[in-house]
T-cell receptor
Framework: DSGVTQTPKHLITATGQRVTLRCSPRSGDLSVYWYQQSLDQGLQFLIQ???????AKGNILERFSAQQFPDLHSELNLSSLELGDSALYFCASSAPRGLAGGPADTQYFGPGTRLTVL | DAKTTQPPSMDCAEGRAANLPCNHS???????VYWYRQIHSQGPQYIIHGLKNNETNEMASLIITEDRKSSTLILPHATLRDTAVYYCIVRVSVKGQGAQKLVFGQGTRLTINP
């Protein structure tokens, strides 16, 4: 158990809909990362938040957005869903206070949310 | 793109040491080598990381060559539960933002046989 929690575990929805995925980082971690894993693309970095602010962006579509709240949990919002958005979505956290941003800052992953768009 | 090269698959007998190689010939002096594994569709699990020196923890050992262009992850006594995809990752920084995203390649699919 990494200490990172994600809800829901599974999500089935229809094209055109909007969903929200939730992530709670390890206690004390300041950074949250979102990754997408699809069959044809592998694990891809989407976006990072650090202490409430966006820190880095990867291959995140404009239909997707994220935020990190004052209690450090994060939500990934996916809208106008398409069949190709079906994937596993992982959240990771790192940067406990005192080690934030250091070179040996290790990311710990949650169990993921499996999104199926029909 | 990932800056590492790994064999796509490997087999190992249960109880034997599993040695997983990784090439990272373009690694910079301040970049760390990280190893993660993913069992089935679970979240990637951190195994170990290193910069220059060899490292060992309760899960594995990491051997980094002196020129840092390659490394080997060693699982000393492999069990069936070690069957997974193993990712070797060189930690990158996003310029101007100090972020530390992980870039995953295809990894090595390690199968432990009874």
């Amino acid at each position: 158990d990494s200490g990172v929690t994600q809800t829901p575990k599974h999500l089935i929805t229809a094209t055109g809909q909007r969903v929200t995925l939730r992530c709670s980082p390890r206690s004390g971690d300041l950074s949250v990362y979102w990754y997408q894993q699809s069959l044809d693309q592998g694990l891809q970095f989407l976006i990072q938040y650090y202490n409430g602010e966006e820190r880095a962006k990867g291959n995140i579509l404009e239909r997707f957005s994220a935020q990190q709240f004052p209690d450090l949990h994060s939500e990934l919002n996916l809208s106008s869903l398409e069949l190709g958005d079906s994937a596993l979505y992982f959240c990771a956290s790192s940067a406990p206070r005192g080690l934030a941003g250091g070179p040996a800052d290790t990311q710990y992953f949650g169990p993921g949310t499996r999104l199926t768009v029909l | 793109d990932a800056k590492t090269t790994q064999p796509p698959s490997m087999d190992c007998a249960e109880g034997r040491a599993a040695n997983l190689p990784c090439n990272h010939s373009t690694i910079s002096g301040n970049e760390y080598v990280y190893w993660y594994r993913q069992i089935h569709s679970q979240g990637p699990q951190y195994i170990i990381h290193g910069l220059k020196n060899n490292e060992t923890n309760e899960m594995a050992s990491l051997i980094i060559t002196e020129d840092r262009k390659s490394s080997t992850l060693i699982l000393p006594h492999a069990t069936l539960r070690d069957t997974a995809v193993y990712y070797c990752i060189v930690r990158v920084s996003v310029k101007g933002q100090g972020a530390q995203k992980l870039v995953f390649g295809q990894g090595t699919r390690l199968t432990i046989n009874p």
